[in-house]
């Protein structure tokens, strides 16, 4: 690579972290930039999965003081995601690369709808439950469940995971948007995390543009996490359904 090919991938990681910790598309940002400076996909897919963990970790600590209001969900959050990125990992180098990518732009479609859709969703609920029933602040079953599934994605491919986490934790939790958004970085960090470890031993990297991915990643990890406390809910939410609409028209184009 040359020096302008570094700067761009550095670039690169820059926007991607900051979209990690704020509308939650990073890789949609990034993976198009390795394939385009010729790394074979499915190099440039696990390399970008292992160079934006600076991302998550940067954007978590930045939330940590969101992230201690609700410890046991934190906590449950990170097993369910980490455990389901196995298989996304797996599926991954075992599949081929055609397999999911049909159905994931509309899968993101629909995810958006439902973040777009979740005040709603969310007033319809309260109002079906009693007075004295207290806010969700605990995953349910179901919840977990789709979490975990949400993990697997994040595990195979990841665009748009964290828009898909908005939408299951914001449905499943009475939280307000700020912890939720912290929740989904730190999801997206345990999938790449787990899934980053297999690819280090199984699967081909670009060691180069790991490295300049990091660089860049942990930087706008750190600063989007600052960014998106500071946003409104209401125009975070816009922006989430934005970005995610935008991740799928891409990906169907």
Same mark, same amino acid.
């Given at each position: 690579?040359?020096?302008?090919?570094?700067?761009?991938?550095?670039?690169?990681?820059?926007?991607?972290?900051?979209?990690?910790?704020?509308?939650?598309?990073? @890789?949609?940002?990034?993976?198009?930039?390795?394939?385009? /400076?010729?790394?074979?996909?499915?190099?440039?897919?696990?390399?970008?999965?292992?160079?934006?963990?600076?991302?998550?970790?940067?954007?978590?600590?930045?939330?940590?003081?969101?992230?201690?209001?609700?410890?046991?969900?934190?906590?449950? %959050?990170?097993?369910?995601?980490?455990?389901?990125?196995?298989?996304?990992?797996? /599926?991954?180098?075992?599949?081929?690369?055609?397999?999911?990518?049909?159905?994931?732009?509309?899968?993101?479609?629909?995810?958006?709808?439902?973040?777009?859709?979740?005040?709603?969703?969310?007033?319809?609920?309260?109002?079906?439950?009693?007075?004295? %029933?207290?806010?969700?602040?605990?995953? @349910?079953?179901?919840?977990?469940?789709?979490?975990?599934?949400?993990?697997?994605?994040?595990?195979? #491919?990841?665009?748009? @995971?964290?828009?898909?986490?908005?939408?299951?934790?914001?449905?499943?939790?009475?939280?307000?948007?700020?912890?939720?958004?912290?929740?989904?970085?730190?999801?997206?960090?345990?999938?790449?995390?787990?899934?980053?470890?297999?690819?280090? #031993?199984?699967?081909?990297?670009?060691?180069?543009?790991?490295?300049?991915?990091?660089?860049?990643?942990?930087?706008?990890?750190?600063?989007?996490?600052?960014?998106?406390?500071?946003?409104?809910?209401?125009?975070?939410?816009?922006?989430?359904?934005?970005?995610?609409?935008?991740?799928?028209?891409?990906?169907?184009?």
């Amino acid at each position: 690579m040359t020096g302008t090919e570094h700067l761009i991938i550095i670039a690169a990681g820059l926007g991607a972290g900051l979209l990690t910790s704020t509308v939650g598309v990073a @890789s949609l940002v990034s993976f198009p930039v390795l394939v385009a /400076l010729g790394i074979p996909p499915v190099v440039a897919n696990a390399s970008n999965t292992v160079g934006l963990i600076p991302a998550g970790l940067g954007g978590s600590l930045g939330y940590r003081r969101e992230l201690r209001e609700q410890p046991a969900v934190t906590w449950l %959050v990170v097993a369910t995601c980490a455990i389901g990125s196995i298989g996304g990992a797996v /599926l991954l180098l075992a599949l081929p690369s055609g397999v999911f990518e049909a159905i994931v732009p509309w899968l993101i479609l629909f995810t958006c709808l439902i973040v777009g859709a979740t005040p709603t969703i969310s007033k319809w609920l309260r109002s079906r439950r009693p007075d004295e %029933v207290a806010p969700r602040t605990k995953m @349910s079953p179901l919840t977990t469940f789709f979490a975990a599934l949400t993990g697997v994605y994040g595990g195979y #491919f990841g665009a748009g @995971s964290g828009v898909m986490m908005m939408a299951v934790l914001g449905l499943g939790l009475d939280l307000e948007l700020r912890i939720v958004n912290a929740l989904k970085t730190l999801a997206v960090l345990a999938a790449n995390v787990v899934a980053g470890l297999i690819f280090v #031993f199984v699967a081909d990297l670009d060691y180069t543009a790991v490295g300049l991915l990091a660089i860049g990643s942990v930087v706008g990890g750190y600063a989007g996490a600052h960014i998106g406390r500071v946003l409104p809910p209401t125009l975070l939410r816009i922006l989430i359904v934005l970005a995610g609409i935008i991740a799928a028209v891409t990906m169907l184009t």
